[in-house]
């Protein structure tokens, strides 16, 4: 019975994982929308420097600002060496090529596509200026902590991302559970889901004392089975 009980619990977990990571990707399916806003530099970002312009911004220390362009296309690389950034002391900064962790983003479902050109991360709080270069090209310069930061007060991805975890959570306490539950024992299962050992026969009280659950089936001493001499 002990068996059983550790399997049904085996069985809830799974359930419950399940039913979790279905939960997350309905969750991120229904916030697609709010996510890319989010990440849309026109509706979130720090500042937007005019073609042929500068803008002075005051950014915050050990923060990460991302650089982007309008491109026509995804796979299209906008210029990156049209733009320029010095501190208050006129000491001119330098931007840093964008990784795996900065892809094109879009706006407008879809219909404006943005290329990252470079990232700078502050060292103190000051103000710098961005010189944009380019005549035909604006400069969206966005706070990646800003995104973060908005993102945590859409509820569709806070459901979402806890039901992730703890779904990812529980499938493998499942798989655990189920490793180290013994293998069932050989016997005989009666109708009241008792497992009764092959090796020997109860008694009739034994079997009474095991129906009422105050004897364990292989604490039965009962009578040994004998073999016939033909």
Same mark, same amino acid.
């Given at each position: 019975?002990?068996? !059983?009980?550790?399997?049904?619990?085996?069985?809830?977990?799974?359930?419950? @994982? @399940?039913?979790?990571?279905?939960?997350?990707?309905?969750?991120?399916?229904?916030?697609?929308?709010?996510?890319?806003?989010?990440?849309?530099?026109?509706? =979130?970002? *720090?500042?937007?420097?005019?073609?042929?312009?500068?803008?002075? $911004?005051?950014?915050?220390?050990?923060?990460?600002?991302? $650089?982007?362009?309008?491109?026509?296309?995804?796979?299209?690389?906008?210029?990156?060496?049209?733009?320029?950034?010095?501190?208050? !002391?006129?000491? !001119?900064?330098?931007?840093?090529?964008?990784?795996?962790?900065?892809?094109?983003?879009?706006?407008?479902?879809?219909?404006?596509?943005?290329?990252?050109?470079?990232?700078?991360?502050?060292?103190?709080?000051?103000? #710098?200026?961005? +010189?944009?270069?380019?005549?035909?090209? *604006?400069?969206?310069?966005?706070?990646?902590? +800003?995104?973060?930061?908005?993102? /945590?007060?859409?509820?569709? $991805?806070?459901?979402?991302? #806890?039901?992730?975890?703890?779904?990812? =959570?529980? $499938?493998?306490? @499942?798989?655990?559970?189920? =490793?180290?539950?013994?293998?069932?024992?050989?016997?005989?299962?009666?109708?009241?889901?008792?497992?009764?050992? /092959?090796?020997?026969?109860?008694? /009739?009280?034994? =079997? #009474?004392?095991?129906?009422?659950? !105050?004897?364990?089936?292989?604490? @039965? *001493?009962?009578?040994?089975?004998?073999?016939?001499?033909?």
């Amino acid at each position: 019975m002990a068996e !059983k009980k550790v399997r049904s619990w085996a069985r809830l977990f799974s359930i419950i @994982a @399940a039913g979790l990571l279905a939960i997350s990707l309905i969750s991120f399916a229904t916030s697609m929308d709010a996510i890319e806003d989010i990440l849309d530099p026109a509706q =979130l970002n *720090k500042g937007v420097v005019d073609e042929g312009d500068s803008l002075d $911004l005051k950014l915050q220390s050990g923060r990460t600002y991302t $650089l982007l362009r309008i491109v026509n296309e995804i796979g299209d690389e906008a210029l990156d060496d049209d733009v320029i950034i010095t501190d208050s !002391k006129g000491n !001119k900064m330098v931007v840093q090529a964008p990784t795996w962790m900065h892809p094109p983003r879009t706006g407008e479902n879809g219909a404006i596509v943005y290329d990252t050109i470079g990232t700078y991360t502050t060292e103190n709080t000051e103000n #710098f200026t961005f +010189e944009n270069l380019n005549s035909t090209s *604006k400069l969206y310069i966005v706070d990646d902590h +800003e995104g973060d930061l908005a993102a /945590t007060r859409e509820p569709t $991805l806070l459901v979402a991302s #806890f039901a992730c975890c703890f779904g990812v =959570l529980l $499938l493998p306490i @499942a798989g655990i559970i189920h =490793l180290l539950t013994p293998k069932q024992k050989d016997g005989v299962l009666t109708n009241r889901g008792i497992v009764m050992p /092959t090796d020997t026969i109860p008694t /009739t009280d034994e =079997l #009474f004392l095991i129906s009422q659950g !105050k004897m364990m089936p292989e604490d @039965a *001493k009962g009578i040994k089975p004998v073999k016939e001499v033909p």
